[in-house]
């Protein structure tokens, strides 16, 4: 079951791997997106119809299929025409670059012209198409062809009046050309209910091809179905094809379902503070960013910076402009401060630039295919997908898109498209309805209030990581895009000269509160300076007191020396007794300790 | 085709101006191819009065030859002169259809005979 995990081609081309061990081949055809389709090509060795109406494009698969299998893959092959001669052949294919003439020198393809003129020929008894198998086997012999187309088989039934005859021999046919081991395809014309005029596909049963060309709109599809592929998985829708410069384009693109190996890498959005809103990082690479909004709401200008902040890492970016061209681009990039011109000189961003209604939605969608085919870049911004929409209609468009996002996914891709909402439309419903397709949504949009009108800009979805839900201002400056918080309060939300106002209140208020704490910051500095004061004032009583009573002690003092000294100075006047002074020592001392 | 119906009647007493000649592709000795050239040597010893040539080619042997010719039925005769080119397809087994495919005869009614 590892097999899950694996893309579809992968598996298909497994599942090819392991039927050619056991006998089911597959010849590739070398058209673009037919062997993806039919996971690998034709059935080898076997026989393939491939039928449709006038100019559906079955001559042109068969001859691509012949000359790439004799130049690609190095199998000759034969060309059985029935309606046209090698030389009208050879001139009608020489557009395309196909060489027949070359092919032919070279002995890989062998033209063989079978003209039928029934008013020539009359019939008469029994016969059989002898002379068609040995044209045939002469032709494979020749050249030892691998491949075969009968273009158309279905013109023997109009030179020959015999159906029994013709049926048995072309049943006979199928069969040889199936033991001959050669990988066939016959053209048919498609008939009225049925898939071929003459019932071919009853006798060839391995694999049907089914080529519409349908006018929708003024505007004409081709369309291709694998009916019937005996033995093989193939995709079974309707897969719209082209017809270019370069043989058939099938766009298979659907086919390759939700398998597309993710990113975890991330890719600056070009605006700083959009990567702060999408964790700081910016988009994942190879996700889908859509970016919708009014008219000249800056949808653009988020692209260009996507498509600049590319450049800048060095990596190549496809601008696909639908509504500006280039020149108009970088004059009007310049305005915002980027420049575009050094990237487009060194080959970094290709801008190219067509009118949605140019042509039809197929040949937009292989346009973009091809320039992706040439220039592998890896990053791709569209703008604006809207343009399409008054080209086509949305069932068209919006197949168209999703064909294109899978294709960019499955090539890892990190694509940008713009959008632009009508006025008066609901500004989260894109006209395309692809925004289930996409991984980022920017909204773009803008607030009139106080006589102006602001943008404003916020992540709508952003698949995978967690991104702001603010509501940002969206400025255009000469330096590129700013997003600044917008004023978000009980009033609303304020952009513009109407944030500057409230802003401007707001300091207003902030400054009234400053000075209100300023006040008491004062009151209180002058109330402890007051405090201090009165500490300081009982401090210097205290000290008076004390330097007082330090007064007071000394006096003390003094008097008791002095009472002491007159003592001495009684008792000397008296000439008393050493015996009388000890008797009068302790009744001094007594004295003397009342005094301290 | 009337004129050169009554051209070619005279033609059988005059001289050797006007010499039919005729081809017959077959693929190998099958019975019909076999047929085919008996029926073919029959019809014109009975109505050419010695006045053709016959080429049978067997493109089992000589398949480059098909193309020239454009032959795509097994057996074809062909009348490569006088101008312009006859095909007759098939065995031929029906002188009558022969004979007018080759513009010996006129058709008696040819859009019975397409049918037939």
């Known amino acids: 079951m590892a097999n899950r995990t694996r893309p579809i081609t992968q598996r298909l081309a497994a599942t090819n791997q392991a039927h050619a061990e056991i006998g089911l081949g597959k010849a590739p055809t070398g058209i673009q997106g037919f062997d993806q389709i039919s996971g690998g090509g034709l059935p080898k060795g076997r026989t393939a119809i491939v039928c449709g109406g006038p100019g559906c494009g079955k001559t042109m698969f068969g001859l691509e299929f012949l000359v790439r299998g004799a130049r690609d893959f190095g199998e000759p092959g034969v060309l059985m025409g029935f309606e046209e001669t090698p030389q009208e052949m050879t001139r009608n294919v020489a557009s395309l670059g196909f060489d027949l003439a070359d092919l032919v020198q070279k002995q890989k393809l062998f033209l063989d012209y079978i003209f039928l003129e029934p008013n020539e020929i009359r019939e008469t008894g029994e016969y059989d198409l002898e002379g068609l198998f040995v044209r045939l086997q002469y032709a494979v012999e020749t050249i030892g062809a691998k491949r075969v187309l009968l273009d158309t088989l279905e013109a023997l039934f109009s030179g020959f009046s015999n159906p029994a005859i013709l049926r048995s021999e072309v049943r006979r046919l199928f069969r040889w050309l199936k033991e001959k081991g050669l990988t066939t395809v016959v053209t048919a014309e498609q008939g009225d209910g049925t898939l071929t005029r003459q019932g071919l596909e009853e006798y060839v049963s391995d694999c049907v091809i089914l080529l519409d060309d349908r006018i929708q709109d003024q505007v004409s599809t081709r369309r291709m179905r694998i009916v019937k592929y005996r033995g093989s998985s193939h995709g079974a829708d309707e897969y719209p094809f082209l017809i270019d410069e370069h043989g058939i384009s099938v766009l298979p693109v659907t086919t390759l379902g939700l398998n597309h190996a993710i990113s975890d890498e991330r890719v600056s959005t070009g605006v700083a503070d959009l990567d702060a809103m999408m964790e700081g990082k910016g988009y994942y690479r190879g996700s889908s960013v859509l970016v919708s909004g009014t008219a000249g709401s800056g949808k653009t200008t988020v692209a260009l910076q996507f498509a600049e902040a590319a450049c800048r890492r060095g990596e190549r970016c496809l601008y696909v402009g639908l509504e500006e061209s280039t020149d108009q681009i970088i004059r009007n990039a310049l305005s915002v401060g980027i420049d575009l011109e050094p990237w487009i000189q060194k080959g970094l961003l290709l801008h190219r630039a067509w009118r949605p209604s140019q042509f039809g939605m197929e040949m937009h969608l292989l346009h973009i295919h091809k320039l992706i085919d040439e220039a592998k870049p890896q990053s791709v911004v569209v703008d604006p997908i809207t343009g399409l929409m008054n080209a086509s209609t949305e069932r068209t468009v919006q197949s168209m898109l999703v064909r294109l996002v899978d294709f960019l996914k499955e090539n890892g891709i990190t694509a940008v498209f713009t959008s632009q909402t009508k006025g008066g439309d609901d500004l989260e419903q894109t006209r395309e309805a692809i925004s289930s397709l996409i991984d980022s949504w920017i909204l773009l949009r803008d607030i009139e209030q106080s006589g102006e009108r602001n943008r404003c800009l916020y992540v709508l979805k952003s698949r995978g990581m967690a991104h702001s839900n603010q509501l940002r201002e969206f400025l255009m400056t000469n330096e590129g895009v700013r997003l600044l918080p917008a004023y978000v309060g009980p009033g609303g939300v304020f952009t513009g000269s109407a944030r500057l106002a409230q802003e401007a209140r707001d300091k207003a208020e902030m400054l009234d509160r400053d000075q209100t704490i300023e006040r008491k910051k004062q009151d209180l500095e002058r109330k402890r300076r007051a405090l201090e004061a009165e500490i300081e004032a009982l401090r210097a009583e205290f000290a008076a007191e004390a330097v007082e009573m330090d007064n007071c002690s000394k006096q003390a003092e003094e008097r008791n020396d002095n009472v002491e000294r007159n003592r001495e100075h009684m008792a000397q006047s008296r000439q008393v007794t050493p015996r009388d002074e000890e008797d009068e020592v302790p009744m001094n001392s007594k004295a003397a300790g009342g005094t301290p | ?116």
């Open chain 2, 1 to 116: 085709m009337s004129r050169r119906t009554k051209k070619a009647k005279p033609s059988k007493e005059s001289g050797q101006a006007d010499v039919i000649e005729l081809r017959l592709y077959i693929a190998g000795q099958t019975p019909r191819s076999l047929k085919a050239m008996a029926n073919l040597k029959r019809i014109c010893g009975n109505f050419l009065d010695g006045k053709y040539r016959i080429e049978v080619i067997d493109l089992v042997r000589q398949p480059q030859l098909a193309q020239g010719d454009q032959i795509l039925a097994i057996p074809t005769l062909v009348r490569r002169l006088p101008p312009p080119i006859r095909k007759i397809i098939g065995d031929l087994s029906n002188v009558e259809r022969v004979l007018v495919g080759l513009d010996l005869r006129d058709a008696p009614d040819s859009a019975r005979m397409a049918r037939v």
